[in-house]
């Protein structure tokens, strides 16, 4: 069988080409997911399996603290850990992120996506995370060394002046040492700056403190005995670990980021090899149709139903292997083009050998032999079904399921989706969201189950506008002659803009609730002022705009990321009189006052999920610890202040870095706003990306992320969309090769070729059409209830796209229309005699 299903995919190659290639784009974009996560990953494992420390000790917290905010302690532990029986060196380190390299041009380098650190200067070789190369170490506040490749790359020599800007300040500093790249632990092949210890902390922290020991034990002692001697020595405020145990930790955190980086790859290869699973059951569907006869032959001279479905299986295998082969060598290309850009770029990614593994290559082929085989089931089963005296017939009807079944799985789907709306949109926030998505899901299946019923009677009224000539009829005729066809090639496209039309509304509604939120929660503060590079900037930018002719005051609000109970919450700081005017804020309860005494003030979500009111205390956990707080106030949903808030001094006494993240500027009556910022711009040019923006400006530069985030996601929808593209093609290729006799009478009787194109055309669009404005009416209105249960958590306010959606829809049609060039040039081309004479 599996020889015969060759011999027939040889034999018939344009009919299934499409086919291998809808294969092949799905298992390319799993496969290309899974080689690069894989080789990544394994370089940076490897950079955790060289520490050189034989115990590691770094301060434990209750939650994972940013490397940007670390939790330190102080040095009178590294003395603790010196007195420890078996511990023959312990040497304290210090590496924070949030460091800018400043060019030669003095704007920011490009780090391609990679995170800039700061370290103090190694106190052992043995132990030190990175090497000197050339120079010499630096000492003092004037000194810097740099590593080799961002050196190399930049352009900078030992003796050159270097610009960089710390978390607490703006430097220039002579460069004295090239050093190596970071050897181990998460700043291996990173950008990196390293100050002599006593400098590092005050340029890094701002005050003194250490974010890990690096500790050897003596000869003949035990790394695991002496780790538990440290860690009973300390107490529980420490984290002690050997060196297999870092090894261990770091590895299990970056399987956990690379997951899920490939979850979410892999479930974009899923919706394309879901989207191309229409295109292979229509080819089939269709491949058995036309050679009815065929199979009903090999009947006739005695192969059993099993074989025969077999042969057709056996084609799909043929289809799958081809397409996983060829998807898998695609992925291999990418990710190797991926990794060659790096290097091209002079980026010191940690390398290793691509990691082409035997998982990998296995998972290709079972999704794509999978995918292939389970959509040519159907059509095999029926092929199977063909009785042997159909062999003498010259029309062969194959045996079709009635719709009874189908519709009604479609229509328990639909009930069910429709009780999860009810749920979700009762439910609310995020929760309540998750289960409308799911109904949405359930709603698209349903569609997918029904749409042949509807489908004839959607058609003729999608074509009505375009007349009751020849060409349109038969066209829109030949549409509605296979609702199943027709329906299942819509679906694929229908998935598609369904999904893309939901991202538009969310976007859109994301977009109009942050210039709603800004508008009203932006009050007397005309300038806002953020940092474009690391979240959090030096309370030295503060201080120079407040120096500024013009500027009445400015108002810090500094951030970190805490927990309350299981949930993960933002904490802000705020300085005196931030809330009585550069922000409005309103409370549900409590009032302003509540920052004076001390306590805090919640957000009315966290409030409604925590079951807090005002008077309640609750526990918010910080990279320094537990904390008990009263809470003072409830605060109505505010963008500008979604999070735990706290005066400056209480947000300091819960561990809050003294850096800040946004500056409220209130520029004094009758000046200037924009003389203001020229001014303000001018007094902080050595912190290039800083940026100050008016509220219009601001409004813009928040509004960014979302449209990167809709480009992002459009990029890869648009996969999913090529293939059901290549669906219609296939199936109007497939419906001439099925019609061709039809085609020749056609011809025969007058229809000249622009007809004929304009017939296919017709078709196509209508097809086109009908996935379109599906998937539109399922986007749109799941997307719209998504808003409704978000709407204190961010998305406020519900806009419809209507001009976006309206052109989606005519790029749609186009679509159709570029789908038919190749079928109808085809078409034309066939000779109206051998045509006719066609079975």
């Known amino acids: 069988m599996l020889k015969l299903g060759l011999r027939s995919v040889l034999a018939h190659r344009l009919r299934f080409v499409l086919c291998t290639v809808a294969v092949m784009l799905g298992v390319a974009f799993a496969g290309g997911a899974m080689v690069f996560t894989d080789t990544l990953s394994t370089a940076l494992k490897k950079n955790f399996a060289v520490s050189t420390a034989d115990v590691t000790v770094t301060p434990a917290t209750p939650i994972d603290s940013d490397s940007n905010l670390p939790a330190t302690f102080q040095a009178d532990v590294v003395d603790r850990v010196r007195a420890v029986p078996g511990v023959a060196g312990a ?29 103090s200067w190694p106190g052992d070789t043995r132990t030190a995370p990175f090497k000197l190369l050339d120079g010499t170490a630096p000492f003092g506040t004037g000194q810097i060394a740099l590593d080799e490749s961002t050196a190399s790359r ?19 500093a002579t460069l004295t040492g090239i050093t190596t790249p970071a050897l181990a632990g998460v700043a291996a092949g990173q950008p990196m700056v390293s100050f002599d210890r006593a400098t590092a902390q005050l340029l890094l922290l701002g005050k003194p403190g250490w974010t890990s020991i690096t500790v050897t034990v003596a000869p003949g002692s035990d790394a695991a005995t002496v780790s538990a001697a ?94 996983s082969t060829l998807g898998l060598l695609i992925g291999i290309g990418v990710a190797v083009g991926i990794r060659f850009a790096y290097e091209r770029l002079d980026l010191r990614i940690p390398t290793a050998t691509l990691q082409v593994t035997p998982a990998t290559i296995i998972a290709c082929y079972i999704i794509g032999i999978g995918v292939t085989l389970a959509a040519a089931f159907p059509a095999a089963r ?104 027709t329906s299942a090639t819509a679906s694929a496209l229908m998935i598609s803009v369904a999904l893309i039309s939901g991202l538009l509304v969310i976007a859109a509604s994301a977009k109009a609730s942050i210039n709603h939120s800004i508008a009203d929660a932006l009050g007397t503060s005309e300038l806002v002022i953020t940092s474009s590079g690391p979240p959090s900037f030096s309370p030295e930018v503060a201080d120079r705009t407040a120096k500024v002719a013009g500027v009445q005051s400015v108002h810090r609000v500094r951030q970190q990321t805490g927990k309350v109970g299981s949930a993960t919450v933002k904490v802000r700081g705020v300085s005196d009189g931030t809330l009585d005017g550069p922000i409005a804020a309103k409370f549900d309860s409590g009032s302003v006052a509540a920052l004076g005494a001390g306590q805090a ?46 005066s400056l001094p209480a947000y300091a006494a819960v561990g809050g870095s003294p850096t800040d993240s946004v500056l409220y500027v209130e520029v004094a009556k009758g000046t200037q706003v924009e003389q203001v910022r020229a001014a303000v711009r001018a007094q902080l040019k050595d912190y290039p990306t ?14 960014e992320p979302v449209n990167g985030m809709l480009a992002g996601f459009g990029f890869l929808l648009a996969l999913a969309i090529l293939i059901a593209l290549l669906g219609i093609v296939n199936t109007l290729a497939l419906g001439v090769v099925e019609r061709t006799r039809e085609i020749g009478l056609l011809r025969a009787i007058g229809m000249d070729r622009p007809q004929l194109s304009r017939m296919l055309r017709v078709e196509s669009i209508a097809i086109s059409l009908l996935g379109a404005l599906l998937g539109l009416v399922i986007g749109v209105a799941f997307a719209a209830s998504i808003q409704s249960t978000l709407v204190d958590n961010g998305l406020s306010v519900r ?41």
């Open 91 to 119: 040497y304290p380190q210090l590496l924070v992120s949030g460091v800018q390299i400043l060019a030669l041009d003095g704007n920011p380098i490009t780090t391609y996506g990679l995170t800039t650190f700061g370290l």
């Open 154 to 172: 930049e352009g900078y020599d030992v003796g050159d002046q270097l610009r960089v800007i710390t978390p607490t300040r703006a430097v220039t």
């Open 230 to 323: 440290i860690s009973k020595a300390l107490g529980d405020g420490v984290k002690v670990r050997t060196a297999a145990q870092v090894t261990t930790d770091g590895e299990h955190d970056l399987d956990r980021t690379f997951g899920g980086l490939s979850t979410l790859l892999l479930a974009f290869a899923g919706l394309a090899l879901f989207v191309g699973t229409f295109l292979i059951v229509n080819t089939f569907a269709m491949v058995v149709a036309q050679r009815s006869r065929e199979l009903a032959m090999l009947r006739a001279i005695g192969a059993s139903r099993g074989q025969v479905t077999g042969t057709v299986l056996a084609e799909g295998f043929v289809i799958g292997m081809l397409g």
């Open 382 to 485: 029926r092929a199977g079904k063909l009785p042997p005296i159909a062999a003498m017939r010259d029309d062969v009807p194959t045996p079709e399921r009635r719709l009874l079944t189908r519709v009604a799985i479609g229509g328990f789907l639909l009930l069910m989706s429709l009780i999860l709306l009810a749920i979700g949109l009762k439910a609310g926030a995020l929760p309540g969201a998750l289960l409308v998505g799911v109904g949405g899901a359930m709603t698209i299946l349903s569609v997918v189950m029904i749409s042949p019923l509807i489908s004839r009677y959607v058609v003729r009224l999608l074509m009505r506008p375009f007349g009751r000539k020849a060409p349109v009829t038969l066209g829109r005729r030949n549409a509605e002659r296979n609702p199943r066809r």
């Open 601 to 646: 003030v919640v957000p009315r979500n966290l409030a409604k999920m925590l079951n807090l009111t005002v008077g309640k205390t609750f526990e918010l956990a910080t990279a320094s610890g537990k904390h008990k707080l009263t809470v003072g106030a409830i605060l109505a949903p505010n963008r500008q202040l979604n999070a735990v808030v706290l």
């Open 690 to 703: 800083i940026a100050i923006a008016d509220q219009q400006a601001y409004a813009a530069q928040a509004r």
């Open 799 to 839: 806009a419809i796209p209507v001009l976006q959606l309206a052109v989606a829809v005519l790029v749609a049609g186009l679509f159709g229309v570029l789908a038919a060039v190749w079928p109808s040039r085809r078409a034309a081309r066939l000779d109206v005699l051998r045509a006719i004479a066609s079975e």
